[in-house]
């Protein structure tokens, strides 16, 4: 077993974030041995800030170092699905960033590759890692919360023309979505994360606040398998940012912070619906170990799974399940009809959800 586990970063943009929360605080898990972009500049700024030698440009470069264990990637999304089945196939473990490909046909690609591999493949989902959902997420795993009612969920964000003025945003041939795809798509994790599958599902989306083809305001009514019912929002026009994500059970209504990039943080507020369900939610956190925040925690997961030869704590199967809510979005938007999870491989959007498909 790698000690520590050696990876190589490849696309510096978020890659950096991953470096600072990841990898760099935790040394003892982790060390980064080579960066890789196609922008000289970009790769350099980045790789003498944490005194990184090896630099590349060709991502097969990467996958011929013997000594990576882990390849981290990083880059816009219509590249993740040839560069994680290229470095599944090579042997690394894989972490990828959202989203982990652009449609159900390629993550069942993505999925039969890993199949026969011997690495493990971890797409991000940082937004799970912090003490308030966390805990939320115990109680509601003790299995204290009761029956589930509703939820509600939205991503209020603010992003302007500079944020799209980068070649690959805002187009679906790049991004491959909006913000449903590339925003909401955390906090949506999140409401699944908590309520288990989504049954069916209404959703509008628009483009009304930047110049872009992707949408970029969503409204929808999901009902769960578990019978609860869920409204999110999203937008990128909010001039306050908030992330919000509200849960009300039988027995406790959980309530997150408004932080917009880390929603999992504390506090979070627990209200029990008596003294003995609190009491018995104070036994249950009794023992609540502190998670570290976004990508220092999934990484510290990551890292104690593989060493205890477990799975991911993010699979692709969670991927997956992100990415087929998506899909049913995209359809009952253009459809204006309720659309019925699960989407099966002879959906008209199972290869493609983008509007010329
Ligand atoms: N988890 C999160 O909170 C979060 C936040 C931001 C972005 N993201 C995701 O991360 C990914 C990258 O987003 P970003 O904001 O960092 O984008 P970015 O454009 O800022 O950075 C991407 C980098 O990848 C490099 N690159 C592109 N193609 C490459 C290739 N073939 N080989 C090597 N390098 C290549 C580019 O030169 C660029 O420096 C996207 O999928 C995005 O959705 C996730």
Known sequence: MPDPYRVAV????IGRSHIVEGYKPQ???FRVVALCDLDQARLDTVADEFGIERRVADFDAVLAMDDVDIVDVCTPPATHKWMVIAALKAGKHVVCEKPLVGSLRDVDEVMAVERGAMGRLMPIF???????????????????AGRPFVATAETHWKRTAAYYDNPWRGRWETELGGVLMTHAIHIHD???????????????????????EVEDCVSSSWRMANGALVTSSATLGAQTEISRLRFCFENVTFESGLSPYSPADEPWSIQPASPEVAARIEAVLSDHRPVGRRFTGQMADFHARLVAGEPAPVTSADARRALELVTAFYDSASSGRDV??????DHPNYASWRPAA
């Open 10 to 13: 490849v696309g510096c943009g």
């Open 126 to 144: 940082q937004y799970r890692y912090g003490d308030g959902a966390q805990k939320a997420k115990r109680i509601l795993d003790a299995g204290l």
């Open 27 to 29: 040394p003892d898990k």
């Open 340 to 345: 019925t999870l699960p989407i099966a491989a």
């Open 190 to 212: 999140l409401v699944t994360y908590f309520m288990g599958p989504v049954e069916n599902l209404f959703a509008r989306v628009a483009t009304l606040v930047n110049d872009i």
